[in-house]
Nanobody
Framework: QVQLVESGGGLVQPGGSLRLSCVAS???????IGWFRQAPGKEREGVSC????????YYAESVKGRFTISRDNARKTAYLQMNALKPEDTGVYYC????????????????????WGKGTQVTVSS
Protein backbone atom coordinates (compact mmCIF):
# COMPACT_ATOMS: atom_id res chain seq x y z
CA GLN A 1 0.00 0.00 0.00
CA VAL A 2 1.37 3.39 -0.98
CA GLN A 3 2.14 5.71 1.94
CA LEU A 4 1.35 9.43 1.65
CA VAL A 5 2.87 12.34 3.54
CA GLU A 6 1.48 15.86 3.35
CA SER A 7 3.42 19.04 4.07
CA GLY A 8 3.23 22.77 3.51
CA GLY A 9 0.51 23.73 5.95
CA GLY A 10 0.79 26.60 8.39
CA LEU A 11 -0.66 29.85 9.63
CA VAL A 12 -1.44 32.45 6.98
CA GLN A 13 -3.37 35.70 6.92
CA PRO A 14 -6.55 36.04 4.88
CA GLY A 15 -5.67 36.68 1.26
CA GLY A 16 -2.41 34.79 1.57
CA SER A 17 -1.17 31.68 -0.20
CA LEU A 18 0.12 28.24 0.67
CA ARG A 19 1.32 25.32 -1.40
CA LEU A 20 0.65 21.87 -0.05
CA SER A 21 2.62 18.83 -1.16
CA CYS A 22 1.74 15.15 -0.96
CA VAL A 23 4.68 12.80 -1.40
CA ALA A 24 4.10 9.12 -2.05
CA SER A 25 6.30 6.22 -1.01
CA UNK A 26 5.73 4.50 -4.33
CA UNK A 27 4.63 5.25 -7.85
CA UNK A 28 1.45 7.28 -8.30
CA UNK A 29 0.88 5.85 -11.75
CA UNK A 30 -2.55 4.32 -11.89
CA UNK A 31 -4.01 6.44 -9.09
CA UNK A 32 -6.36 9.35 -9.06
CA ILE A 33 -5.23 11.83 -6.39
CA GLY A 34 -7.41 13.98 -4.20
CA TRP A 35 -7.13 16.69 -1.57
CA PHE A 36 -9.66 16.73 1.24
CA ARG A 37 -10.09 18.91 4.30
CA GLN A 38 -11.78 18.72 7.65
CA ALA A 39 -12.69 21.82 9.63
CA PRO A 40 -13.30 21.64 13.38
CA GLY A 41 -16.72 20.18 14.06
CA LYS A 42 -17.37 19.41 10.39
CA GLU A 43 -17.20 16.38 8.18
CA ARG A 44 -14.29 15.84 5.83
CA GLU A 45 -14.99 17.24 2.37
CA GLY A 46 -13.40 16.87 -1.03
CA VAL A 47 -11.52 19.96 -2.16
CA SER A 48 -10.00 18.90 -5.46
CA CYS A 49 -9.25 15.67 -7.31
CA UNK A 50 -7.13 14.98 -10.39
CA UNK A 51 -7.26 12.01 -12.69
CA UNK A 52 -4.47 9.57 -13.55
CA UNK A 53 -3.67 11.21 -16.88
CA UNK A 54 -4.49 14.77 -15.71
CA UNK A 55 -7.35 14.89 -18.18
CA UNK A 56 -10.01 15.47 -15.58
CA UNK A 57 -9.97 17.76 -12.57
CA TYR A 58 -12.68 18.44 -10.01
CA TYR A 59 -12.84 21.46 -7.73
CA ALA A 60 -15.33 22.13 -4.99
CA GLU A 61 -17.34 25.27 -5.72
CA SER A 62 -15.92 26.96 -2.64
CA VAL A 63 -12.35 26.82 -4.00
CA LYS A 64 -12.83 27.29 -7.75
CA GLY A 65 -10.62 30.05 -9.11
CA ARG A 66 -8.46 30.09 -5.97
CA PHE A 67 -6.97 26.58 -5.69
CA THR A 68 -5.01 24.62 -8.29
CA ILE A 69 -4.27 20.91 -8.10
CA SER A 70 -1.38 19.34 -9.97
CA ARG A 71 0.70 16.19 -9.98
CA ASP A 72 4.24 15.21 -10.91
CA ASN A 73 4.35 11.46 -11.32
CA ALA A 74 8.12 11.46 -11.83
CA ARG A 75 8.51 13.00 -8.38
CA LYS A 76 5.70 10.88 -6.90
CA THR A 77 4.18 14.14 -5.66
CA ALA A 78 0.88 15.98 -5.84
CA TYR A 79 0.38 19.64 -5.06
CA LEU A 80 -2.40 21.97 -4.01
CA GLN A 81 -1.68 25.64 -4.65
CA MET A 82 -4.02 27.71 -2.51
CA ASN A 83 -4.39 31.42 -3.19
CA ALA A 84 -6.67 34.12 -1.78
CA LEU A 85 -7.14 32.07 1.35
CA LYS A 86 -10.15 32.72 3.57
CA PRO A 87 -10.76 31.91 7.24
CA GLU A 88 -13.25 29.26 6.13
CA ASP A 89 -10.40 27.39 4.41
CA THR A 90 -9.03 26.54 7.85
CA GLY A 91 -8.78 22.84 8.59
CA VAL A 92 -6.65 19.74 8.32
CA TYR A 93 -5.84 18.94 4.72
CA TYR A 94 -5.38 15.34 3.64
CA CYS A 95 -4.35 13.75 0.39
CA UNK A 96 -5.63 10.39 -0.77
CA UNK A 97 -5.34 8.08 -3.75
CA UNK A 98 -7.90 5.87 -5.39
CA UNK A 99 -8.36 3.68 -8.43
CA UNK A 100 -11.47 2.52 -10.26
CA UNK A 101 -13.44 5.73 -9.85
CA UNK A 102 -14.01 9.13 -11.41
CA UNK A 103 -12.54 12.31 -9.99
CA UNK A 104 -15.99 13.67 -9.22
CA UNK A 105 -16.99 10.52 -7.36
CA UNK A 106 -13.67 10.44 -5.55
CA UNK A 107 -14.19 13.99 -4.30
CA UNK A 108 -17.92 14.01 -3.62
CA UNK A 109 -18.79 10.49 -2.51
CA UNK A 110 -17.69 8.26 0.36
CA UNK A 111 -15.84 5.92 -1.95
CA UNK A 112 -13.11 3.61 -0.72
CA UNK A 113 -9.73 5.35 -0.82
CA UNK A 114 -6.70 3.14 -1.29
CA UNK A 115 -4.59 5.27 1.04
CA TRP A 116 -4.75 8.45 3.12
CA GLY A 117 -2.07 10.71 4.46
CA LYS A 118 -2.06 11.90 8.08
CA GLY A 119 -2.85 15.49 7.16
CA THR A 120 -1.35 18.96 7.49
CA GLN A 121 -2.94 21.84 9.38
CA VAL A 122 -3.91 25.02 7.54
CA THR A 123 -5.00 27.99 9.61
CA VAL A 124 -6.18 31.20 7.98
CA SER A 125 -6.42 33.97 10.53
CA SER A 126 -5.42 37.55 11.09
Amino acid sequence: QVQLVESGGGLVQPGGSLRLSCVASDSLDGYHIGWFRQAPGKEREGVSCISILVGNIYYAESVKGRFTISRDNARKTAYLQMNALKPEDTGVYYCAVETHTTVQAMCTMATHKDSWGKGTQVTVSS
